[in-house]
């Protein structure tokens, strides 16, 4: 008998883009603050979690890669 681990997306790159200053900004570590340039977007969290802030959602495109993985429990 198998058995099935359902999938989980994780991240592997945690990075955006501002539409208005075009900085491309990473977070790579937790806790790894970031802001662009021009004060409209940030990006949070490293490869633990994915917190942006902005004023708009046009204000940014996502750059960031997942992959998928095999959750085991």
Known sequence: ???IFPKTPKLK???IKCNRCQDI????FRNDFRMCTC?????DGGLEY???GFYKKDDFTDL???ET???EQ
């Not at 004060?39 to 990006?43: E, I, L, M, Q, R």
Request: proline share 0%; glycine share 4%; net charge neutral.
């Open 1 to 3: 008998m198998s058995v």
């Open 13 to 15: 790159r945690n990075r």
């Open 25 to 28: 900004i990473e977070s790579k």
């Open 39 to 43: 004060g409209s977007v940030f990006v």
């Open 50 to 52: 994915q917190r942006l």
């Open 64 to 66: 960031s890669e997942w």
């Open 69 to 71: 993985v095999d959750e």
